[in-house]
């Protein structure tokens, strides 16, 4: 290792999410056929024959595979090539132009991946340009549809073309990553992820003129509903990986807000933590999203004519499910929190995932963190739960071991998920360099 030329391949890394971000992969449409050939064309150029799948018209997928001795089973690396829209008049910088200011290469995906994408083929490169004796199969993988998630992508792969991803581990995105809170320096490495439902609460009432109003009203009645959705906080879960992480947090920290931490802990989740051990709001809305299920409204429909009282009136809530319980557990605590007149409430499933977690007591998770103690000796890697949603919900199908591992190091003041998705969304070069550098050490000695 210490005779590759870093300088180099960060170089190329940076060249790789510079052609990336210049492909406008905006979803919906996502057009990712582009981004596919984009990669294939770079492979191919490397004397690495990919196999390109279009699951859907212009939905482009590109899969390949350095070979192993077969001594241990394959690991994946995977990522996808769409984007979330863009609002143009609030960027100081092109969002497709891969532009370099200031030591950050600017663009749309910079972040939220392709930066991670880019990162993951330069190491899958320059593995193969340097005959990288192997244990196992290395697969690469980028694919289409995560952002909008209408299963135009890796989920169709999983279905028909399972053999193609099948591993023992998988990496992707949300983990490995700095996070500076004081003076402490913390890398989650995301071993869980949260459930969507996306549901609709619909209220019934009695329908009638407007001009005399009654108390059966519909919109009154969902009114009610979101106003105890809102002021009220759904029944607290302590699963595994949350408990891992405020241990690890906790030992972390010291003082006493790691006293406090471990003080908690020994309840077993029976009350809610205090807050005084939490130094930092977005912490506090963090841990609470990893011990509750959470339930947003995040639209509102009802009514055809002003001078109508609606028979009906809708909300969209966006709920997000923890380890272990059910969509149907879900409505039950969310019927609890309303309370009066059930009868007048009904919930209809639109979409929804499963809750994932994998274990941390694997010998992949201990080099993980090995790794990032060897290029961060003072960097404290934690287990941690994704409030979110990604495509491990499809890989995961195929009984890989799924990880959040995309190693950067932000600088302080920095977070991964306040540029995710953000005007101005950027990756310091120096970041994207030490993280080609590190998952290289990853997947090369695993």
Not at 109 to 117: E, L, V
């Amino acid at each position: 290792m210490s005779d590759l030329n870093w300088n180099a391949i960060a170089d190329e890394s940076l060249h790789l999410l510079q052609g990336l971000i210049r492909l406008n992969t905006v979803n919906p449409p996502g057009n990712e056929k582009i981004a596919a050939d984009y990669i294939a064309s770079i492979l191919h150029s490397n004397g690495i024959a990919p196999i390109m799948i279009e699951t859907a018209p212009q939905r482009g997928n590109v899969v390949a595979r350095l070979k192993g001795d077969g001594s241990l089973p394959p690991l994946l690396l995977y990522s996808h090539t769409d984007v979330v829209p863009v609002e143009r008049e609030k960027w100081t910088m092109d969002p497709f132009g891969g532009d370099v200011k200031d030591g950050y290469v600017y663009g749309r995906g910079s972040i939220d991946m392709k930066g991670i994408g880019a990162m993951q083929l330069a190491v899958f490169l320059t593995l193969a340009r340097q005959g990288v004796l192997l244990k196992r199969d290395v697969i690469l993988a980028a694919t289409a549809d995560e952002e909008n998630d209408t299963n135009q992508g890796i989920g169709l792969l999983v279905r028909d073309h399972p053999e193609l991803l099948r591993a023992e581990y998988a990496f992707s995105e949300f983990g490995g990553f700095s996070l500076h809170i004081g003076k402490h320096t913390f890398y989650p490495i995301q071993v869980a992820e949260k459930g969507t439902a996306w549901l609709r609460l619909r209220a019934k009432g009695r329908p009638g003129h407007a001009s005399v109003p009654h108390d059966d009203n519909a919109v009154l009645h969902l009114g009610h509903a979101l106003w105890r959705i809102g002021r009220s906080n759904l029944p607290l879960h302590l699963t595994d990986s949350a408990r891992g992480f405020i241990e690890h947090f906790g030992n972390g920290m010291g003082g006493t807000v790691g006293r406090g931490m471990k003080a908690w802990l020994a309840t077993h989740g029976r009350i809610e933590p205090p807050n005084f051990i939490f130094k930092t709001e977005s912490i506090k809305r963090e841990l609470y999203a990893m011990l509750h299920n959470t339930c947003s409204p995040t639209g509102l429909k009802a009514g055809s004519k002003t001078n109508i009282i609606p028979s009906e009136a809708d909300a969209i809530l966006d709920c997000r499910t923890l380890p272990g319980v059910s969509t149907s557990q879900l409505i039950n605590e969310i019927r609890a929190v309303i309370g009066r007149n059930h009868e007048r409430y009904e919930f209809i499933v639109d979409s929804e995932s499963r809750p994932l977690e994998f274990p941390t007591d694997t010998p992949m998770f201990q080099h993980l963190s090995k790794i990032i103690k060897q290029h961060d000796p003072n960097g404290i890697p934690i287990p941690y739960m994704l409030t979110g949603a990604t495509d491990a919900k499809h890989v995961s199908q195929l009984g890989n071991i799924c990880y959040g591992f995309s190693p950067m190091k932000f600088k302080p003041g920095e977070r991964f998920m306040d540029l995710a998705h953000a005007h101005d969304e950027r990756l310091s070069i120096d970041a994207l360099a030490w993280g080609v550098r590190v998952l290289y050490d990853v997947v090369s000695t695993c």
